[in-house]
Nanobody, 121 residues
Framework: QVQLVEFGGGLVQAGGSLRLSCAAS????????MGWFRQAPGNQRDLVAG???????NYADSVKGRFTISRDKTKNTVYIQMNSLKPEDTSLYYC???????????????WGQGTQATVSS
């Protein structure tokens, strides 16, 4: 049984921070890429940040300088630290894993169920 489960969503004021965690289980995910996507109602699901198996990160332009993706392979967990949050960051955030990775959904094969982050103005 292989799955991803997200934790850490919640409600914060603009300018605040959230740290989301994604716990993988069933097998090691150390050799695959991991990513965070988000989707607000009525919008498409877009990449927020991705990280390769070697630790190379990439970010959407809208979050560069504010968000940081990291992974702890010993814990089989990936994180995203979200600082200086804005109301437009309000979304359902999904964790994903895949051999190819990248900025598109088709680079990922396994998806979590999502965790809600809401930023008030």
């Amino acid at each position: 049984q292989v799955q991803l489960v997200e934790f850490g969503g919640g409600l914060v004021q603009a300018g605040g921070s959230l740290r989301l965690s994604c716990a993988a289980s069933g097998r090691s995910f150390s050799s695959v890429a991991m990513g965070w996507f988000r989707q607000a109602p009525g919008n498409q699901r877009d990449l927020v940040a991705g990280i390769t198996s070697g630790g190379v990160a990439n970010y959407a332009d809208s979050v560069k300088g504010r968000f940081t993706i990291s992974r702890d392979k010993t814990k089989n967990t990936v994180y995203i630290q979200m600082n200086s949050l804005k109301p437009e960051d309000t979304s359902l955030y999904y964790c994903a894993a895949g051999r190819r990775g990248g900025c598109a959904e088709d680079g990922y094969d396994i998806w979590g169920q999502g965790t809600q982050a809401t930023v008030s103005s």
